[in-house]
């Protein structure tokens, strides 16, 4: 069974820009969470989609934003980005029942806003 | 509030035993999940506590006291590959969003 697949790994982009991350959950699980994984602030919570509807937002700016596609796939989006957003980006995937267990992460994408 | 505290860093010995300590204050409570992140790498799932107690797994245990929002994953049998940050994560509702303490770097000397 594959794994979480992030694309991309890495990306560098120029602040005022806008990028676009894209999370492919493991086959069969309807809930994709983001979190944004800095040195100073640890893993935080972004949000997290469950069948194309999202289900839990976290205390992010507007800036920040998500979907989910049918088929399970989800990407996320950050627009005029800052040099702030400067982080490692993870995506879990679980099944998504009420009382789920744990969530498998993804390898990341490690963005960079210069 | 969420607030989740671990201890920063630790290290220990090969061979020996160590326990990490979590304590968390939420609005809700749905599971206490501890993940291992070595640098650079994905956080993997170590242990899930729903209900009080301790549940082990293999070299690893972690132990949930509901009562007084403590938990601890315990280590046993040490190796140079458990080097890696621990993290505490609370589930507080319905739904896949984990509320993560700052983990704790765990460093194994020979």
């Known amino acids: 069974k594959a794994g979480v697949t992030q694309t991309p790994r890495y990306l560098i982009k120029t602040r005022g820009q806008q990028v676009t991350l894209s999370c492919s959950p493991i086959?069969?699980?309807?809930?994709v969470s983001w979190y944004q994984q800095t040195p100073g602030q640890g893993l935080q919570f972004l949000f997290e989609y469950f069948s194309e509807t999202q289900r839990n937002k976290g205390n992010f700016p507007g800036r920040f934003s998500g979907r989910q596609f049918s088929n399970s796939r989800s990407e996320m989006n950050v627009s005029t980005l800052e040099l702030g957003d400067s982080a490692l980006y993870l995506c879990a995937s679980s099944p998504g029942g009420r009382d789920g267990t744990e969530a498998f992460f993804g390898q990341g994408t490690r963005l960079t806003v210069v | 509030g969420q607030n989740i505290d671990q201890p920063t860093e630790m290290t220990a010995t090969e061979g020996a035993i160590v326990q990490i300590n979590c304590t968390y204050q939420t609005s809700g409570f749905n599971g206490l999940f501890w993940y291992q992140q070595h640098a650079g790498e994905a956080p993997t799932f170590l242990s899930y506590?729903?209900?009080?107690g301790l549940e082990e797994k293999g070299r690893f245990s972690s132990f949930l006291s509901r009562s007084k929002g403590y938990s601890y994953l315990l280590l046993k049998e040490l190796q140079m590959k458990d080097s890696a940050s621990y993290l505490c994560?609370?589930?507080?509702?319905?739904?896949?969003?984990?509320?993560f303490g700052p983990g704790t770097r765990l460093s194994v000397l020979p």
């Open positions: 086959s069969g699980h309807r809930s």
């Open positions: 994560a609370v589930r507080d509702n319905y739904g896949q969003n984990f509320v």
């Open positions: 506590n729903v209900l009080d």
